[in-house]
């Protein structure tokens, strides 16, 4: 599903983003992509979109390389990947359903499948009596909700979450995290970048891999498995490696790399094709 293969990535002098990692994602697997600000996570997703590619080594995603892929090919790996952001990027001046059919426009759906498709979508994922809503008269955690439909519009088989529910309070973020595990469930690989301890600890059976200074130092892929019949404890601070729990590098000489300050995410145009005019904006309590 995702094969990161001895991959580099520079942007400048101060250090790679990520230092030859490897790693393998299988199909229906849910993943955590943890570590400090600066560790190479956003970095890591935009590379498993091939929104860029590695300064050295191999990016595989769904049958798509970033050796092999031409860059005017790429909208056909995004038919089979789905992404989720923090800060959501919805359209705004929009309601939650037009949002989500223009995610099914830009895809090619027929015009006639768009608004039932992105009905049923919202039902998915619990907003079917918000369709008509502004996303500015939406929570957060709804925004969120809306964000995570579009990225399901073209039936991806992997969904990669940039800190989904960093913007979110605790329980619009268990409810996200309720959300995603249901998609898991129905076979969906997901990767989650998410630098919130406590988030991954509610959830034991995931696996997790810990970038620091852009390498990877942890993957919980590499633990013992329990033993037949035993029931394995959840993860606790005590059993992550150093880095996460917050003790000194290894390598404390070693200079912090540093990512992008701007990303801009995947290459769409967003610009809306949809004639409605939107309402004027209002206070709201959400």
Known sequence: MIKFIHVTKEYSRSGPALDDISFHLVKGQFAFLTGHSGSGKSTALRLAHLAERPSD???RVSG???TRTS??????LRRKVGYVFQDFRLLPGRTALENVSFALEVIGSPKKQIFPRAQRLLGQVGLAP???AWVHE???????RVAIARALASEPLLLLADEPTGNLDDRA???IMDLFWEINAVGMAVLMATHDLELMNRHPNARVLELDQGRLVYDSADEKPAASGEQRSPRLASGMSPVLRGEPDVDPEREPARE???DRGPDLDLEPKLGREPEPAQETGN
């Open 130 to 132: 918000k369709a008509g």
């Open 64 to 66: 798509f390389s970033s």
């Open 71 to 76: 860059r005017r090919d790429v909208w056909k």
């Open 173 to 175: 973020t268990r409810g």
């Open 57 to 59: 080594g191999e990016v």
């Open 260 to 262: 992008p300050e701007l």
């Open 138 to 144: 939406l929570s957060g955690g709804e925004q969120q």
